[in-house]
């Protein structure tokens, strides 16, 4: 099959993988190294970012930052990794895009080591300053403490980050995972 798109098009559209692939790993490295300013950049001005069980939603890129300000007072040392990114582009606008990211986190939460299983579910903004999140959905496979691990893993109460057990945000709360399952 043969692509209709110019080689510019083409072109330009791998530069914005590989610029949106950069901003998803910029945003690992702004919030291990507590680098305010560069995790203010990496956001437009509109930006919202949110958590599946409700527990974070900031709107604007001020509150952006000050909800991550409320998140460093309980947190510790982080490590984050990027995984999976799967990347779909507006059809009507070159200069937006979603995607699908996968990830890990090593944390100390409360003074506990903690690791985590996360996805990011993302849109996307070209601007004069690049790309930029212009909203990040994040959910929850688990967050444990280190030693629940094992056990935690093998029930949907894998939720653990705020002291108590609750249920994990994916696979279970997934349409796809519910029909599945034949449930409803």
Same mark, same amino acid.
């Given at each position: 099959?043969?692509?209709?798109?110019?080689?510019?098009?083409?072109?330009?559209?791998?530069?914005?993988?590989?610029?949106?692939?950069?901003?998803?790993?910029?945003?690992?490295?702004? +919030?291990?190294?507590?680098?305010?300013?560069?995790?203010? #950049? /990496?956001?437009?001005? @509109?930006?919202?970012? $949110? =958590?599946? !069980? &409700?527990?974070?939603?900031?709107?604007?890129?001020?509150?952006?930052?000050?909800?991550?300000?409320?998140?460093?007072?309980?947190?510790?040392?982080?490590?984050?990794?990027?995984?999976?990114?799967?990347?779909?582009?507006?059809?009507?606008?070159?200069?937006?895009?979603?995607?699908?990211?996968?990830?890990?986190?090593? +944390?100390?939460?409360?003074?506990?080591?903690?690791?985590? #299983? /996360?996805?990011?579910? @993302?849109?996307?903004? $070209? =601007?004069? !300053? &690049?790309?930029?999140?212009?909203?990040?959905?994040?959910?929850?496979?688990?967050?444990?403490?280190?030693?629940?691990?094992?056990?935690?893993?093998?029930?949907?109460?894998?939720?653990?980050?705020?002291?108590?057990?609750?249920?994990?945000?994916?696979?279970?709360?997934?349409?796809?995972?519910?029909?599945?399952?034949?449930?409803?």
């Amino acid at each position: 099959m043969q692509n209709s798109a110019s080689l510019e098009t083409r072109v330009r559209r791998l530069e914005d993988r590989a610029a949106i692939r950069e901003l998803v790993s910029r945003y690992g490295f702004s +919030v291990d190294d507590r680098d305010i300013d560069a995790l203010r #950049a /990496l956001f437009t001005p @509109d930006a919202r970012f $949110r =958590s599946v !069980d &409700g527990v974070m939603d900031a709107v604007g890129r001020d509150a952006v930052i000050r909800q991550f300000h409320g998140r460093y007072a309980s947190l510790g040392p982080t490590h984050h990794f990027t995984h999976d990114l799967v990347l779909r582009f507006d059809a009507d606008d070159p200069d937006r895009a979603s995607g699908q990211l996968s990830s890990h986190a090593e +944390v100390v939460r409360n003074g506990r080591p903690m690791i985590t #299983a /996360l996805r990011y579910a @993302d849109t996307y903004r $070209r =601007s004069a !300053d &690049g790309w930029q999140f212009e909203e990040r959905v994040l959910s929850f496979l688990y967050y444990l403490p280190v030693e629940e691990y094992v056990e935690a893993l093998q029930g949907p109460l894998r939720m653990r980050a705020y002291g108590d057990a609750r249920p994990a945000d994916i696979p279970e709360n997934l349409p796809s995972w519910r029909n599945y399952r034949g449930e409803s």
